[in-house]
């Protein structure tokens, strides 16, 4: 299996499928490809969140605003799978995700002749010239050999970290990491925070909103804080957006007082 993800829209990722096709038989999976325009930090918190759930893959992850500079080009290997994409940062967190906080990082030599479709210094597809290829030569290979490719070498690879809530007394301090389709402002603060207080109320940057078990707790149109399907804190409102209902966007600070 190779999961593809982008924040290229439609048809880019057609280009990709089409090489990797015409190299292997592999099954091929979309995990998303309207993610936010080059924010890797966007596409690392919701790959972490999504890739554990599937078995051993190779996972292609484009989100490469540094396309056309110098920045490497990786294959990740965590266990039983692989991570092929830019080197921003975007790559590590769900490495870890997968269990495997220091995995082995590889740079894929674009020069190699196993990728002739690359364009020189005015590529700006590296996803289809050199990713997907990629991701179909460690299918092929295995992931377990990845070694042994000989347009691979070892390096150390950017990092990219979410912050840490400060948690104290009955306060917890955090910041938005991201918002969803749906609005919801999801918070670097842990839903440990919430577990004894459902049906309470909590203040939430000194105002105060009930913290409910789910989004049905409160009439349509009020905000409330809940815990999402990834663990963490989120604000939200019912059949509406809580971002705009909260006034928070990512990166926006937020203190929820209990």
Do not use: C
């Amino acid at each position: 299996m190779i999961t593809l993800t982008s924040d290229f829209g439609e048809p880019y990722p057609a280009a990709m499928k089409g090489v990797i096709y015409s190299r292997t038989d592999a099954r091929l999976v979309d995990v998303a490809h309207n993610l936010p325009r080059q924010e890797p930090r966007t596409a690392a918190f919701w790959l972490r969140e999504v890739l554990p759930w599937f078995p051993p893959a190779v996972h292609l992850a484009v989100i490469d605003p540094g396309v056309g500079t110098d920045r490497q080009a990786l294959v990740i290997r965590a266990g039983d799978s692989a991570l092929i994409g830019p080197d921003n940062g975007v790559l590590m967190p769900p490495a870890r995700g997968l269990g495997y906080p220091d995995p082995e990082a590889f740079a894929i030599d674009p020069d190699h002749e196993a990728f002739p479709a690359t364009g020189g210094e005015g590529s700006t597809f590296d996803g289809r010239d050199v990713f997907a290829p990629a991701a179909a030569a460690v299918h092929e290979a295995g992931v377990e050999k990845v070694r042994k490719i000989e347009w691979l070498s070892e390096t150390d690879p950017e990092d990219l970290w979410f912050p840490d809530p400060d948690l104290r007394g009955r306060e917890a301090s955090g910041e938005v990491l991201v918002v969803d389709r749906f609005g919801n402002a999801v918070t670097n603060v842990p839903g440990d925070v919430l577990m004894d207080r459902f049906g309470e109320e909590v203040a939430v940057n000194g105002t105060a909103v009930p913290a409910e078990r789910s989004y049905a707790g409160v009439e349509p149109g009020h905000r409330l804080v809940t815990v999402g399907g990834h663990g963490n804190v989120e604000l939200a409102v019912n059949a509406g957006r809580g971002d705009e209902a909260f006034g928070v966007g990512v990166g926006s600070e937020v203190t929820i007082s209990y």
